[in-house]
């Protein structure tokens, strides 16, 4: 019985870990210049194992969302951290089902290099764009079928933020890329 238990109890302790642990904001991705009107975030593809690394940042299907203020300047740095697998970026308007392929950018120059192919592990790119028109946009994985198995996130370009955020949404539906709007952190308005 003894020899029974001490085996079972291991197994025990391996199960109740989870899977999954949530990852968290590093502040570090996004800086702000208020008097330039800047936003600027680093988007890492692949960061983590999360969906066989199809993430940004360690996070999928919209867990994530990048706020700007509508007008900003946003500097978005992309790079593939992902040991394995060629990633890319755009920014796209929410859509069900999630495309396959890679559809046109929703905001001009909001967009990597090689968006199909995608830059290869280790690869970088700026996106430099206005964010404009205000609405809410996702970021997403060009390369056919990464989007669409998870590796996107949400940009709202927003005309109530005062500041750039960066938001993370537990316990949301965020499996559909919906265009409803969620309320602003009060911080961010003032």
């Known amino acids: 019985m003894t020899n029974r238990l001490a085996l079972t109890l291991p197994l025990i302790c391996l199960l109740a870990v989870p899977v999954h642990a949530q990852q968290s ?3 570090a991705w996004l800086t702000s210049d208020a008097a330039a009107k800047t936003a600027r975030f680093q988007l890492i593809a ?3 194992g999360l ?3 199809l993430n940004f940042n360690g996070f999928r299907d919209g867990e994530l969302t990048l706020v700007i203020p509508v007008g900003w300047k946003a500097e978005i740095t992309f790079k593939n ?4 697998l060629p ?3 755009e920014v796209i308007t929410p859509q069900t089902p ?3 392929q890679p559809p046109s950018p929703a905001i ?3 967009f990597t290099l090689n968006l199909s192919a995608g830059l290869p592990p280790g690869g970088t790119d700026v996106m430099r764009f206005t964010a404009q028109p205000p609405g809410d946009y996702l970021i997403f994985c060009g390369v056919p079928g990464h989007g669409a198995a998870g590796m996107w ?3 709202r370009v927003s005309a109530s933020a005062k500041a750039p955020a960066l938001l993370q949404a537990p316990g949301v539906d965020s499996h559909k890329p919906t265009t409803k709007q969620n309320h602003l952190p009060e911080e961010i308005l003032q």
Not at 81 to 84: A, F, I, T, V
């Open 98 to 100: 999630l495309p396959a």
């Open 153 to 155: 996130i949400r940009l």
């Open 108 to 110: 001009p120059r909001a």
């Open 87 to 89: 990633h890319s970026a």
């Open 81 to 84: 951290h992902d040991g394995m």
């Open 25 to 27: 904001i590093d502040p």
């Open 46 to 48: 692949g960061l983590t």
């Open 51 to 53: 969906n066989g690394a």
